[in-house]
């Protein structure tokens, strides 16, 4: 089964069952509403524990979660620097607006430039505020660094791994 993670246990907050998360995923309002089925990933254990979101709010820089039937302290201590996961199936298309994809959709892409020749393989997504910019290592190891915009990428196909970008003067 494939995981992805949507957020990681920092701590406990009160004594009633409230825990702390540090949020991992751009869809909080659907991963964290209440009826969301997540799996707890607890250290060192390759087993999740499946809980489902009781409530949800925003504190600070966090995102305050309960679970059903876990509402005392003593029953959530153990879930501690645990992970949040869910599953591709629970990943659901119409989250994502047009020319929007999944970061492991990018991620392993080959790209190539208009005329068709291979630049090299997507290899990190680094979120920079205004777009994202992908890491592109090229065969030799170098690597280039691509704005994920309009003016650049002119054509995903995430079936294929395969995306097609116009190469500006400068861009590599």
């Known amino acids: 089964m494939e995981w992805f ?6 701590n406990t907050h009160g004594i009633r069952g409230e825990v702390r998360v540090l949020s991992s995923t751009d869809f909080e309002e659907v991963r964290f509403a ?7 990933f607890k250290k060192d254990e390759k087993r999740p524990i499946w809980v489902t979101v009781a409530s949800a709010r925003r504190h600070k820089n966090f995102i305050l979660l309960t679970f059903e039937g876990l509402n005392n302290i003593n029953l959530v201590e153990p879930f501690k620097e645990g992970l949040l996961k869910v ?5 659901e298309e119409d989250e994502l607006a047009e020319n929007e994809y999944y970061h492991f959709e990018i991620m392993d892409c080959e ?5 068709g ?10 979120q920079t505020g205004a777009n994202d910019v992908w890491e592109i290592k090229a065969k030799g190891g170098k690597k ?10 002119k054509e995903i196909d995430v079936e294929e791994k395969k995306i097609i970008i116009h190469v500006m003067e400068g861009l590599l």
């Open 5 to 10: 993670n949507v957020g990681r246990i920092v």
């Open 34 to 40: 209440p009826g969301s089925k997540l799996a707890v």
């Open 87 to 91: 599953t591709m199936d629970q990943l």
């Open 111 to 115: 790209v190539y430039s208009e005329e």
């Open 117 to 126: 020749e291979l630049i090299g393989v997507v290899t990190d997504i680094l």
């Open 144 to 153: 280039h660094y691509i704005p994920y915009i309009e003016d650049v990428v």
